[in-house]
């Protein structure tokens, strides 16, 4: 290894020291915005430190003078400052769904209600009865803030609720079926999002898996061989983002439960992405089973997310018949899968819109972005396309595609909703570039690449995120300058 240059050893003398930067850096953060000390001395020492690792590393004994880094005190406390802010800003950000996935299990899922977020703040700024009787003047269950309204939107005896479907279905089968087995068909083992399988659920659980049928076909008469006398549950799947189409058959809910009702064998359908709204009605492709139409067919549980078509918070809610209900609410599991005051506030107040389903679909951005007209969206589109027209840049070509947008979260694998996209592209900027820049935006605005076009879909944008999106264009346009225009290999 060759020995230090003198421009090399002169450019590791010339860093300046902690306590120099520190010092510095005092001076430049304003008194109202103060630093913890900790983080700022760990922005120094990073920034220090990669200085020196890019003197020593990036240039050998031979380089010319010029060719160091020029990494004076103002270059440097430049650095730090951008490491205390990057240090100082939240992990969690908002950012802009422009991809047209409604449900958008990457992006969070479902966004909240004003009305949930308006409960959360009163609940959360103080104390509240989330296990307290105020009638009674002892303690009270958590579970009665939504147990009641459950009851009442889906017709089922009791309800309960924990943290997410997958522990609902956990928590289910580990309180009916723990040692004993559950049969399910083959068909709906299935596996969704962060390589959540049904087998592996069911192998936590304790409960033994019984495959009856094929992928595509399963007869009632696969259950009827099936049962025996170490059956505990018969157990009927929702296939999520996924189906199967052609030569198919299916056993029905109804017809499941009453096999189960003459075995006096419990029958539990997993529904998944559940919903208490009949999206067909509102012109929608495809065929979501509701929770009401679960329990009027007869299941003794039944499970379902809280945060997909639902549009609340995320929650693993479960409706049955109250002897199951209370057995599984004394299961040990049920504290560890509890759902915290917060998630139940919301989920409270997003139960109550759903007593009036007009004010569901109004009030509910999920329902909304999923219901709303075609015209609607095209409105949309071209508020876009206008202001990002009339930044009137040369570079920047707008056009409005016609698309499909998806529900998304596992839920309607087959529906596609018929939208308007923003199509954008930027004269000698790659797509992918660009897809980047609107990615590292504040706030990142998402969407797709499809055909070497950025893609917007005005479905998911709120019309307060349009200022928002031409702002991000326009940092990114200002920030490429016009050296493009004249680059001759653009033309």
Not at 2 to 26: C, F, M, N, T, W
Not at 29 to 42: E, T
Not at 84 to 92: D, E, H, I, M, T
Not at 412 to 425: D, K, N, S
């Amino acid at each position: 290894m060759s020995s230090l240059s003198e421009q090399q050893q002169h450019a590791l003398k010339s860093i300046p020291g902690v306590d120099r930067l520190l010092e510095l850096a005092r001076r430049k953060i304003p008194p109202a915005s103060p630093v913890p000390r900790r983080i700022l001395v760990q922005a120094i020492r990073e920034t220090l430190e990669g200085a020196r690792s890019l003197i020593l590393s990036n240039f050998t004994s031979e380089a010319e003078p010029e060719a160091l880094p020029d990494l004076d005190e103002t270059i440097l406390l430049g650095l730090v400052l951008k490491r205390v802010k990057q240090a100082l800003a939240p992990n969690l950000r908002r950012v802009i769904n422009a991809t047209g996935v409604v449900v958008h299990t990457n992006l969070g899922r479902s966004p909240l209600a004003r009305a949930a977020l308006d409960h959360m703040n009163t609940i959360a700024s103080g104390y509240s009865n989330l296990e307290f009787d105020l009638d009674r003047g002892t303690r009270g269950s958590r579970y009665s803030a939504v147990e009641t309204l459950l009851c009442e939107l889906s017709g089922a005896p009791a309800a309960m609720v924990v943290n997410n479907n997958a522990a609902a279905v956990l928590l289910c089968l580990n309180t009916l079926a723990r040692g004993r087995q559950v049969v399910v068909s083959r068909g709906e083992l299935v596996e969704i999002g962060g390589a959540f399988r049904v087998p592996d659920v069911m192998a936590k659980s304790g409960a033994i898996l019984k495959e009856v049928g094929t992928t595509n076909r399963t007869h009632l008469r696969d259950y009827e061989a099936a049962i025996g006398p170490d059956t505990g549950l018969l157990l009927k799947v929702h296939t999520s983002n996924f189906s199967v189409v052609g030569f198919t058959a299916a056993v029905t809910l109804k017809d499941l439960a009453d096999l189960g009702k003459a075995r006096r064998i419990p029958v539990m359908e997993d529904l998944g992405s559940g919903s208490f709204i009949d999206f067909s009605r509102y012109g929608l492709p495809g065929r979501e089973p509701t929770a009401g139409e679960s329990v009027a067919a007869g299941a003794d549980l039944v499970t379902f997310s809280g945060d997909k078509l639902l549009g609340g918070p995320q929650a693993g809610i479960i409706l049955g018949k109250a002897f199951l209900i209370e057995a599984i609410r004394q299961n040990s599991l049920t504290r560890a899968l509890r759902i915290d005051k917060l998630t139940l506030t919301a989920l409270e107040a997003t139960l109550r819109l759903y007593r009036d389903e007009r004010m569901a679909i109004a009030e509910i951005p999920t329902l909304r972005m999923l219901t709303q007209p075609l015209g609607q969206v095209e409105a949309r589109a071209h508020s876009l396309a206008g202001a990002l027209n009339a930044l009137e840049d040369s570079r920047l070509t707008v056009d409005l595609l016609n698309g499909a947008s998806k529900a998304g979260g596992g839920a309607l694998p087959l529906m596609e909703l018929p939208t308007v996209c923003v199509g954008v592209r930027v004269k000698g900027l790659p797509v992918k570039a660009l897809e980047e820049a609107m990615r590292r935006h504040r706030p990142p605005i998402i969407g797709r690449i499809e055909a070497d076009t950025f893609l917007m879909d005005p479905r998911t944008l709120q019309e307060q995120d349009i200022p928002l999106v031409e702002q991000a264009v326009q940092t990114l346009l200002s920030s490429l300058g016009q050296e493009m225009d004249h680059d001759p290999q653009n033309t």
